[in-house]
């Protein structure tokens, strides 16, 4: 991290300040990329100022503000703009040199690097692909590179291109910003501030609630989420009242009010509903009259808001301590159809049960008893061996017993 630090560094302080101060010097010396405005006076008319305007070829776009060279640069095009910068600047040619040095050394390294992955995916991931392989890799990019540039000299279609793979990579951020979260908890488990095997989990991950009717829940929850919300929150009412004649595992009456069936509850309904309809409709009416987007924008934040604060609810209902508010947060504003599916599922069951499904808990009573019963076999065989009463054991026990390797069923 040293090195993009500090190169990151001399940028925005030396080459960046630089090209900076060259562009407003020249604006102060009235320079433009159409026209050069020079001011001259008068001897005639001493407290009169002229202003010459020519037309500005390439030569026009440098000027001299105290002292020094400055060009402009924004008359340039980007790939000119580095050298144009550079020629202002002392030893212009060496410079100029260097920077095709490491333009060279960028490209041709990254196209290598890009090489070797292609051909280790290609090779159905051998680490040490054949090196003739990897040439015709790094064969094909370049050419593909070079008909892109020559095809498309004015810069329409290759723009196009760049755009394209912009919008593709946009759906990463969403998968990086879980994966710093990701990073974040994992660094606190690291440093033994989180102890994974203490915490309560969601009694389903967020990913998987929708997988086993994707055609039916999924796409639901997607248009309509507030259903879902609407009834966990009706599922958890109708458990939580049934919480007063019931006691849970410590001997508590699990009984939360903000799940009380009363009138409240209409006023939560009311939001899921009315900030999502509102949300779609002026969105809706964007088509029609241009403003109603920002409306669109402002009932969403409303809902999101509405619906992490239901979703905090709803973990301390159950006592669900494995995530944070941002990835509750994440949750509704990029997954919100599987986030309304996973409190749905959730509110399936009682607050005083483990947030684990039923076959694990049917599994782990069935291990139980099986370790007590193997448990039970081995101290009768060992009283047996111990009276002598080898008689009355099996042989093959009898052996494994003096062999040392234990009782087996």
Not at 48 to 74: C, Q
Not at 101 to 116: C, M, N, P, R
Not at 164 to 192: C, D, N, R, W
Request: charged content about 20%.
């Amino acid at each position: 991290m040293v090195v993009p630090t500090l190169f990151t560094s001399l940028w925005l302080t030396i080459f960046g300040g630089v090209g900076l101060w060259n562009e407003l010097a020249s604006i102060q010396n009235g320079v433009s990329c159409d026209s050069t405005t020079i001011s001259t006076s008068d001897p005639d008319m001493p407290n009169t100022t002229w202003f010459i305007t020519t037309s500005a070829t390439e030569d026009n776009w440098y000027s001299e503000y105290d002292g020094r060279d400055v060009v402009k640069l924004s008359c340039y095009g980007t790939a000119d703009m580095l050298f144009a910068l550079l020629s202002a600047l002392p030893l212009p040619t060496t410079m100029s040199i260097l920077a095709i040095v490491g333009l060279l050394t960028y490209f041709i390294t990254s196209s290598d690097s890009a090489s070797h992955v292609i051909d280790v995916l290609t090779a159905n991931g051998n680490e040490e692909p054949p090196k003739l392989q990897r040439i015709f890799w790094a064969i094909s990019e370049g050419a593909v590179a070079s008909v892109l540039l020559s095809a498309d000299e004015e810069g329409g279609s290759l723009s196009a291109l760049q755009t394209a793979s912009l919008v593709a990579a946009l759906p990463f951020v969403i998968v990086l910003l879980f994966e710093v979260l990701a990073t974040y908890k994992m660094l606190q488990i690291h440093l033994g501030e989180l102890n994974p095997e203490e915490l309560v989990y969601w009694r389903f991950d967020l990913f998987e609630c929708g997988l086993p009717h994707w055609k039916t829940d999924l796409l639901t929850a997607l248009v309509f989420p507030p259903y879902y919300q609407m009834r966990a929150r009706q599922k958890m009412i109708q458990r939580n009242e049934a919480q007063l004649d019931r006691e849970d595992v410590a001997g508590d009456i699990k009984y939360v009010p903000g799940y009380a069936d009363n009138a409240f509850k209409y006023i939560w309904f009311t939001g899921y509903w009315v900030t999502w309809f509102l949300t779609i409709l002026f969105c809706a009416l964007e088509f029609a009259q241009t403003g109603f987007i920002y409306l669109g924008l402002t009932t969403y934040v409303f809902w999101i808001f509405l619906s992490v604060g239901n979703r905090n609810m709803i973990k301390s209902y159950y006592e669900i301590d494995s995530s944070n508010v941002l990835f509750d947060l994440l949750s509704w504003m990029c997954c919100c159809c599987c986030a309304a599916i996973q409190e749905d599922l959730q509110s399936d069951i009682d607050a005083n049960i483990a947030p684990a499904s039923v076959n694990d808990d049917k599994e782990t009573e069935l291990k139980l008893k099986e370790t007590i019963k193997n448990n039970d076999k081995s101290l009768e065989t060992d009283n047996l061996l111990s009276h002598g009463k080898t008689e009355a054991v099996p042989k093959y026990v009898a052996d494994e017993a003096e062999n040392g390797d234990g009782i087996k069923d």
